[in-house]
């Protein structure tokens, strides 16, 4: 499999062969690309930066400009097998409604984002008083892009409320797989595979 960020690395090892994916949030495609060149996937992308937009299509991909909060609307009802959103629910303006967008147009939905529970990140609030800059947020937070900081705990509560299946879960510090068990202090970064109940 071409190099992937773990994560993404992971996401595609799970999206079955031959399916139609949406990727919110693409960047320049590299997910895309491997899930169309590897796994034979059908895959649209929607990205709200231009530059990558156009190194997508450069790519051959079929991706559009778009808002995560305000263009999924415009998809059908179960339009994709997968809807793929890594990295961005906490850049959204409304996660919620986003959500419920990702789980009405797929089928499944793929969701990561950082821990903000994570032991460093408290670490750094305990010590220094200060909003972390670590290497999975690497900047300070007037240049964050991240306006919602959610954490496993809340993100578990949040699907549950919702009756939101979670049909599998993998927590990462650095590029190493970590335990369910203490996830919510441990992992920086998580990741679900969600669909309805």
């Not at 850049?91 to 990561?112: N, W, Y």
């Amino acid at each position: 499999m071409t190099e992937l960020r773990t994560d993404l690395a992971l996401i595609a090892q799970n999206v079955a062969q031959g399916t139609r994916v949406l990727d919110v949030g693409c960047g320049d495609g590299t997910l895309l690309q491997v899930l169309r060149d590897e796994r034979q996937c059908q895959v649209n992308g929607m990205e709200i930066d231009p530059g990558d937009v156009a190194e997508c299509v450069g790519k051959g991909l079929s991706v559009i400009q778009g808002d995560a909060d305000k263009d999924l609307a415009f998809y059908p009802d179960g339009a994709f097998d997968y809807a793929i959103l890594s990295q961005t629910l906490q850049t959204t303006m409304r996660p919620d409604q986003v959500m419920e967008e990702l789980l009405r147009i797929g089928r499944r939905a793929f969701v990561s984002f950082p821990n903000f529970a994570h032991w460093r990140v408290r670490l750094s609030l305990l010590w220094r008083g200060r909003m972390p800059v670590t290497r999975l947020l690497p900047v300070a937070w007037y240049e964050t892009p991240n306006i919602h900081h959610l954490t496993v705990a809340d993100f578990r509560a949040f699907v549950e409320e919702r009756g939101i299946k979670v049909e599998q879960a993998w927590y990462l510090s650095g590029d190493r797989l970590r335990g369910t068990s203490v996830a919510n202090f441990r992992a920086e970064h998580a990741i679900f595979l969600l669909s309805r109940s």
